[in-house]
């Protein structure tokens, strides 16, 4: 060993306060990294009113008469 060295016995934390710097600066970017990602990625799931819209396009559309409009929205449950 070199003379009057001894280590962590000398009162030197600075080598412990960049790593503990370090890991907090990761953590950090990890964090914001999963928030960001969150807050882009669009929420998933049906609009509860998403089949009785659709219906109801089709119908204007001329696509189906209404008895077949009123026969679909009756199995979907939308009376």
Known sequence: MMPGYDGMMDGSFGPWVMVVVLLATAVALGVAGV??????????????DAPVELLRSRLAAGEIDEDEYLRRRSVIGRD
Not at 35 to 48: I, K, S, Y
């Open 35 to 48: 928030w960001a990602l969150r807050r882009r990625v669009p929420e998933t799931g049906v609009q509860p």
